[in-house]
């Protein structure tokens, strides 16, 4: 039989979890920042741009679809607190057994949830763009550049975002050079953060005769994609436009015209490529939307480099170290060197299965900070 004044007690306790990370998750803004999307959508000339369009209702999905547990978190609780309140009056247990049930559900619903309180920096709930390089060695390294792209582009198909190539160099045989990868949702930059630096493959390499032991590299940038919201002006006379006739998938029409844009923003030289539209003026407004996100992780990361020389913390500049290791012979195992997780399933880490490498990252980040603040 069920005690149904510890009924009560956990009820009402539980409902308290509930709504204090609701509060702290900030989730009433969050319910705004969707109205204002969902306004967007109703505007008559929202499909004149049907890439944008696209782009906006992927992330309207994407929060309704994270906003919709919260909302059925915070309702269960409620549920469960009232039934309790029932079968204590009524001194029913059947009741009091279905809200120990949703006691429970509420429960295992919270620990998922509270994945977001990882989430620390504001930025963490902006879209991403990844941009992936590959490293010397060749073929070789051209060749993991493009794998980890498929395991980006997977990651994001498994998790029910929008994911677009807007930029990519092929290799000479195989592979790519580089790939830039533009993915739309809620957190997006939040989980990706954890896969910037440098990833090492060690394999029996597909392109050497003698099929020997082959170690290739390929780096990883990820900077939030923040779209318009972004506080960055960009003067004319400080970009520097060439366009030039694109290169690789998209027909004979990328040879006849010159489609593609480069933008170099001159004070702080940074380049970006945009080639994967037919129209020009698309590749433009990506070119400038991922120049616009580079300068503004730029800010943030020489803000970030200052305050910490001003508090004596030792920061971490190592931006090319490798941050991860994927064995595929003669053993099967992939590692992270920061948080030393690890698993022998690589195909799955290939194929998109990254969510325990990046909570393990974010838990350690998370850590990190208790330990300064303490």
Same mark, same amino acid.
């Given at each position: 039989?069920?005690?149904?004044?510890?009924?009560?007690?956990?009820?009402?306790?539980?409902s308290g979890e509930a709504k204090a990370l609701y509060a702290q998750l900030r989730i009433d803004s969050r319910e705004e920042k969707l109205a204002e999307l969902v306004a967007r959508t109703e505007e008559a000339d929202l499909w004149d741009d049907p890439e944008s369009a696209q782009k906006l209702m992927a992330d309207v999905g994407s929060r309704r679809n994270s906003l919709a547990s919260w909302r059925k978190l915070i309702s269960m609780a409620d549920d469960a607190v009232l039934m309790?309140?029932?079968?204590?009056?009524a001194d029913d247990q059947e009741t009091a057994r279905e809200a120990e049930q949703l006691v429970n559900d509420v429960r %295992?619903?919270?620990?998922?949830?509270?994945?977001?309180v990882l989430f620390a920096d504001p930025l963490d709930t902006s879209s991403a763009i990844i941009e992936i390089?590959?490293?010397?060695?060749?073929?070789?390294?051209?060749?993991?550049?493009?794998?980890l792209g498929r395991m980006y582009l997977r990651w994001a198909e498994r998790k029910g975002f929008q994911a677009d190539i807007i930029d990519q160099l092929d290799g000479d045989q195989a592979g790519v050079k580089s790939m830039t990868i533009e993915i739309t949702g809620e957190f997006i930059y939040?989980?990706?953060?954890?896969?910037?630096?440098?990833?090492?493959?060690?394999?029996?390499?597909?392109?050497?005769?003698?099929?020997?032991?082959?170690?290739?590299? %390929?780096?990883v940038s990820v900077i939030p994609d923040v779209g318009d919201d972004v506080d960055i002006d960009l003067k004319e006379e400080d970009l520097k436009i060439d366009t030039y006739r694109a290169s690789g998938a998209g027909g004979q029409h990328v040879n006849k015209t010159e489609s593609a844009i480069r933008i170099t923003h001159l004070p702080t030289n940074t380049?970006?490529?945009?080639?994967n539209e037919r129209s020009q003026q698309k590749n433009r407004v990506s070119a400038l939307r991922v120049l616009k996100a580079r300068l503004l992780q730029r800010q943030r990361e020489e803000q970030e480099a200052a305050m910490a020389k001003l508090q004596g913390v030792k920061t971490d500049i190592a931006f090319g170290n490798q941050i991860r290791t994927y064995f595929l012979q003669p053993y099967t195992l992939v590692k992270d060197h920061r948080t030393d997780y690890e698993t022998g399933n690589a195909n799955a880490v290939l194929d998109g299965d990254l969510d325990s490498f990046m909570i393990a990252y974010l838990r350690q980040l998370a850590d990190a900070r208790v330990a300064v603040a303490e």
């Open positions: 039989m069920l005690d149904l004044n510890e009924l009560k007690r956990q009820t009402a306790e539980v309790a309140e029932m079968a204590e009056e %295992a619903l919270l620990e998922r949830l509270n994945t977001e390089n590959a490293g010397a060695g060749g073929t070789e390294a051209c060749d993991w550049a493009a794998m939040g989980y990706l953060k954890s896969e910037r630096g440098a990833h090492r493959l060690i394999r029996f390499s597909p392109f050497n005769s003698k099929g020997s032991r082959e170690t290739s590299f %390929a780096s380049v970006v490529t945009c080639q």
